[in-house]
Every structure is written in structure tokens, then in C-alpha cells.
């Protein structure tokens, strides 16, 4: 099983980016999906889900900026965030978890400029 996410960058403060979390040797659509972010000197917080049946969910500091969606076809999850903020700086994972055990992409560096 191998995750990885691509998609993220620079960007100015009120911008978008669109992260992705490509998956080989598991279905995504068959397990809850999420992304997690950490901040240099902070703890990893997650930052949205989305379950097997396609419920979604967020914390609160990204709520109404951020979603997260699924193509099944392309076995991959998204992260739309828009309206960055530099608090938004971070590296992004994304992570599932299956029977056999906890799986986690390598992240991808996201940095938003004042």
C-alpha cells in the first residue's frame, strides 16, 4: 500500500491549491480517507475525512475553505483549499487506515505568504 500526495507549493495569502492523494495497492473508496497537517513546532491535526460512504468532515479552522472529495476512477482523494492563510502553513498527509494497519503518504510542503 503506498500513498502519495502531490499538489502542493507556493502561495499568496487568499489563494488556492489543490492537493492530491494518489493510492496504490488499496481502494480509497473503500476506506475513510484523511489529511492531516503539521506545523513546524506543533502537533500533526487532522484536517478533513472523508468516510467509506462519502460523509465529510473538518476542523474547525478550515471549515467553509477547505473540501474534500473523492474520484474513485482515479483511486485518488482531494484537498481543495482556498482562502489560504499563512496559519496555513504546513506539510500535508494524507493517511488511511486499514485492517492490516495505518498507512501514510510522504506529504507535500504547502506555504502561504503574508
Known amino acids: 500500500v503506498q500513498l502519495l500526495e502531490s499538489g502542493g507549493g507556493l502561495v499568496q495569502a487568499g489563494g488556492s491549491l489543490r492537493l492530491s492523494c494518489a493510492a496504490s495497492?488499496?481502494?480509497?473508496?473503500?476506506?475513510?480517507v484523511e489529511w492531516y497537517r503539521e506545523a513546524p513546532g506543533k502537533e500533526r491535526e487532522q484536517v478533513a475525512r472523508?468516510?467509506?460512504?462519502?460523509?465529510?468532515e473538518y476542523a474547525n479552522s478550515v471549515k467553509g475553505r477547505f473540501t474534500i472529495s473523492r474520484d474513485n476512477a482515479q483511486n485518488t482523494v482531494f484537498l481543495q483549499m482556498d482562502s489560504l492563510e499563512p496559519e496555513d502553513t504546513a506539510v500535508y498527509y494524507c493517511?488511511?487506515?486499514?485492517?492490516?494497519?495505518?498507512?501514510w503518504g510522504p506529504g507535500t510542503q504547502v506555504t502561504v505568504s503574508s
Open positions: 495497492g488499496v481502494r480509497l473508496e473503500i476506506n475513510a
Open positions: 472523508i468516510s467509506r460512504g462519502g460523509r465529510t
Open positions: 493517511f488511511t487506515h486499514l485492517y492490516r494497519g495505518d498507512y
